[in-house]
């Protein structure tokens, strides 16, 4: 079984909204909603995939320092895709510029509560019931 790593951050503004990114047209669950990432490159940490790949997904910069380890993420897309997903989830509260949609159809501001109201990605699920109590207890 092949193992893929990737990472995703969960971008919280300040009112515990998080980014959520659209995938575009000609990828693999194209249309779905996703929290942004990639994949780790053999010669990177989980973090500095996480900054190269938000730069290049939101054209925004994030210090390593500023990326808060969450969860991680495994979910079995062996039989529909040929791999297992284990993801390292950060969340993330301070970057630099505004976020943009280069690599992805479209992106929106969601709190937990209502990422139901998109087309996520099946993987996520847990995810967005973690930082739902994780965001709720917050404020």
Known sequence: MTILLVVAVA??????EVLLAQRPEGKRLAGKWEFPGGKVENDETPEAAMAREIKEELDIDVAVNDLEPFWF????????YGFHLLMPVYLCRTWKDTPRAVEHAAITWKHPSKMHELDMIEADAELITRLASSLRAAT
């Open 11 to 16: 971008l919280v503004n300040s009112k515990n």
């Open 73 to 80: 993420l495994s979910h079995d897309y062996v039989k529909d």
